[in-house]
């Protein structure tokens, strides 16, 4: 990988100096200085685009907030690290600004900036970069519909499934069902590089199908060892408005004879803008079954309580960014532990997404959160894999993906 290029954006000598014998220390020594905004355009406008800002925000010429959108027009900057004194709240909120600008933001380092810090962002972005242009050197086709078609044809859309676990106890309690496309030369992609098609060409319920198959049938397999165990899938706005999947799931469930009970349908709040009555019938009818229904990435729509007092919900999962950034901003602490207050006032159960380290998840613990998902505890898994993950490695030969 070719040098990395930066800028440091910083109206104090000697904390400018401090950054950039940081980078120097580090290796880094393609570095742009600047004083202010108007400086830092000038220098890229004559010198070139950077690679990463590493940028301050309050200064007296123009200052970062408004260099960020003046360098983002021109496709200056690629990616951002935010290096300020600001209170945590100000810098979240910048860090919403850096998002919506289409900055790849790398991370937000509190003054004085500690070179191990910084180093540690570095190497991340560096290692993002590698695994990009590895991919990327390579000859991938661009998706057609007619490529989803046969693969679904092939069935090579697979189940991959992220354990539930009990945040006490550390049993696994169920599994989210998640889909991969294994292609037939040997490469995996993510949903991100192909349920845009699924969506273009309304295939979402020939995959849902294919999922749930491969989902029950091994529901019904570790139910047989004795062990309880729920699944979890994630349903689209359109297929909620099919008025026949209510009796599609039941008739499902039927031939693996298995109860509804078992299953939980999420929907996120995206999904849940306008609702037609047809939808709300299918979410009764589910419930009335014995489904439960469970509202995905709650707190980042606009209309989170609303749709708690409308619809019939028993579960809310909380958005992987509340638990990203418990730990460091006190706000989001706040709001997870008045969710899981209010939940139980409401009788409804959590979920935390995004557990990643131990003191994310005594966090969660102290505050009284009973159920998580995240790397701290499993990456998502073929069936088999989960199986042996829950089972041992002699359930293998009885089972086959």
């Given at each position: 990988m070719s040098e990395l290029r930066f800028l440091v954006l910083e109206d104090h000598g000697f904390q400018r100096a401090v950054v950039v014998k940081a980078l120097h220390r580090i290796g880094h020594y393609q570095v742009l200085e600047a004083s202010d905004g108007h400086e830092a355009l000038q220098q890229l406008e004559t010198q070139g685009a950077?690679?990463?800002?590493?940028?301050?925000?309050?200064?007296?010429?123009?200052?970062?907030?408004?260099?960020?959108?003046?360098?983002?027009?021109?496709?200056?900057v690629r990616a951002v690290v935010i290096v300020s004194e600001l209170a945590p709240d100000?810098?979240?909120?910048?860090?919403?600004?850096?998002?919506?600008?289409?900055?790849?933001?790398?991370?937000?380092?509190?003054?004085?900036?500690?070179?191990?810090?910084?180093?540690?962002i570095l190497?991340?972005?560096?290692?993002?970069?590698?695994?990009?242009?590895?991919?990327?050197?390579?000859?991938?086709?661009?998706?057609?519909?007619?490529?989803?078609?046969q693969a679904l044809?092939?069935?090579?859309?697979?189940?991959?499934?992220?354990?539930?676990?009990?945040?006490?106890?550390?049993?696994?309690?169920?599994?989210?069902v998640l889909v991969r496309w294994e292609k037939h030369d040997g490469r995996v992609l993510l949903p991100a590089e192909f349920l845009p098609?699924?969506?273009?060409?309304?295939?979402?319920?020939?995959?849902?199908?294919?999922?749930?198959?491969?989902?029950?049938?091994?529901?019904?397999?570790?139910?047989?060892?004795?062990?309880?165990?729920r699944l979890a899938f994630n349903l689209e706005a359109s297929q909620l408005e099919d008025e026949r999947l209510a009796d599609f799931i039941r008739h499902a469930l039927q031939r693996y004879e298995l109860p509804a009970s078992g299953l939980m349908l999420e929907l996120t709040e995206g999904a849940l803008v306008k609702v037609p009555v047809v939808s709300l019938e299918n979410m009764v009818r589910l419930r009335m079954m014995g489904c439960s229904l469970a509202i995905d990435d709650f707190g980042v729509g606009y209309s989170s309580l609303e749709r708690l007092c409308q619809m019939p919900f028993n579960e809310i999962k909380l958005d992987i960014g509340f638990t990203r950034n418990m730990m460091q901003q006190r706000r989001y602490w706040i709001v997870i532990r008045s969710v899981l207050k209010l939940a139980r006032e409401l009788e409804m159960n959590v979920v935390a997404e995004g557990i990643e380290t131990e003191a994310q998840l005594n966090c969660l613990k102290r505050l009284g959160c009973n159920v998580g998902q995240g790397y701290y505890y499993a990456r998502p898994m073929r069936g088999v894999d989960l199986m042996v993950w829950l089972l041992g490695p002699d359930v293998t030969g009885r089972y086959q993906a």
């Open positions: 950077v690679d990463i800002a590493l940028c301050d925000l309050r200064m007296m010429g123009m200052d970062g907030l408004k260099f960020l959108r003046k360098a983002c027009e021109a496709r200056l100000l810098r979240q909120a910048v860090e919403q600004i850096v998002a919506l600008q289409s900055f790849q933001l790398l991370g937000s380092i509190e003054k004085p900036l500690v070179t191990q810090v910084l180093e540690k190497s991340r972005y560096q290692a993002e970069q590698d695994r990009y242009l590895s991919w990327s050197t390579r000859t991938v086709p661009a998706l057609l519909e007619q490529d989803v078609r044809r092939r069935q090579e859309f697979c189940a991959y499934y992220q354990p539930k676990v009990c945040l006490e106890s550390g049993e696994c309690i169920g599994a989210e098609v699924i969506e273009r060409c309304s295939l979402f319920e020939v995959l849902f199908s294919q999922l749930l198959d491969q989902g029950l049938s091994l529901q019904r397999m570790i139910q047989s060892h004795g062990r309880s165990f």
